[in-house]
């Protein structure tokens, strides 16, 4: 039978015990991992904190588009209504302005605000060209008419103004001469 000698184990330790020399190197390598383990916590919670606040600010979102609908059809019920029909007329008239005067109030206080586009630089990220004019009473690249009004959630667009952007004036280039 074989026995064991002093020299057959020297270079081994046993189970949980580390040599001296490796102590602070598992140390610093064990402090990495877990100062890794807590930054990547905290960014977790960061992130998540972030999408609570975006989904509390931005979740009337689909919702306000659907509103706009209304607030389209009041307006093109106040514009296509005159003062000169009757006083019957005025009532109504008067009804819907007060209706589309407390949608508009509400509308601003979830942060949903209209886009001021008439005269404007036209604005890729706001508007929506549908024409262009050859209007000379607007600067080249200006918004000449608003076509449906454009609205902001916060600091997003809900919806871009449909606008109708002046052109610049075409200059009559000399025609070749005929022969």
Known sequence: MATKTMEDGL???????HKESDQPQEST???DRLMRALA???NTRRIAERRVQDAR???????????????DNLRRAIDTGSP???AKDDGLLGGVVATNRILTQILKRFGVEEIEALNRPFDPMKHE???ETDRSDQPPGSVADVLENGYMLHDRLL??????????PR????SPPQQ
């Open 171 to 174: 200059t009559e280039s000399p």
């Open 29 to 31: 390598a064990e402090r």
């Open 159 to 168: 919806r871009p103004a449909r606008v109708v952007v002046a052109k610049p």
């Open 40 to 42: 990547d916590a905290e």
């Open 57 to 71: 600010q931005y979740a009337i979102a689909d919702f306000a588009r659907e509103l706009l609908q209304v607030a």
């Open 129 to 131: 060209a549908v024409m």
């Open 84 to 86: 000169e029909q009757g």
């Open 11 to 17: 270079g081994e330790l046993p189970a949980g015990e």
